[in-house]
C-alpha cells in the first residue's frame, strides 16, 4: 500500500500531459482519463482507464483497461491493454508513470504482433491507412 501511496503522489506532484489520475472505488483501483496524443489517429479523443492493482503489488503488476472503446491491435475486446511492461518485462521498480507512459507510445506505436489477434491488428497488419481511418472513427464516435 506504501508504494501506491507513493505512486500516486509522484502523479499527482509531476503529472503527465494528457493523462489524469483518481482514486476509485479504492486505492487498488485508479480511475483516469488519457488525451489521444497528437498526430495519431487518437488524436483529442478523451479515453477513459481503470489500473487495477493486485494486492501483492509492487511483486505483481497492475492491469491496464480502457473503459473508453478503442480500435487497438494491443486491446482486447473488454479493454485490457497488451503491454509488455505489464507482463513479460515486469519488475517491482517500474514506476506507475512509465506504465501509462509506455500506454501513450503503444497508441503512436501499436504491435499488431504482440498484441491480441482481434480485428484491429488484422487490419493494420494489412493496410495501415485502413486502420488509422477505423481507429478515428472509433475515436469520434467513442471518444468524445
Known amino acids: 500500500m506504501i508504494k501506491l501511496i507513493e505512486e500516486f503522489n509522484k502523479l499527482k506532484q509531476t503529472p503527465i500531459q494528457g493523462i489524469e489520475v483518481s482514486i476509485g472505488q479504492d486505492f487498488f483501483h485508479w480511475n483516469g482519463l488519457l488525451i489521444g496524443p497528437p498526430g495519431t489517429p487518437f488524436e483529442g479523443g478523451k479515453f477513459r482507464f481503470e489500473l487495477i492493482f493486485p494486492s501483492n503489488f509492487p511483486a505483481s503488476p497492475p492491469e491496464f483497461f480502457f473503459k473508453t472503446r478503442i480500435f487497438h491491435p494491443n ?20 514506476s506507475i ?14 504491435y499488431p504482433d504482440a498484441g491480441y489477434f482481434n480485428d484491429a491488428s488484422t487490419v493494420l497488419r494489412a493496410d ?17
Do not use: H, M
Open 75 to 94: 486491446v482486447d475486446s473488454e479493454g485490457k491493454a497488451c503491454i509488455q511492461v505489464l507482463s513479460l518485462t515486469w519488475r517491482p521498480n517500474i
Open 97 to 110: 508513470s512509465c506504465v501509462l507512459n509506455s500506454i501513450c507510445v503503444l497508441l503512436r506505436e501499436p
Open 128 to 144: 495501415r491507412l485502413t486502420y488509422e481511418r477505423v481507429a478515428r472513427q472509433y475515436t469520434a464516435n467513442f471518444a468524445k
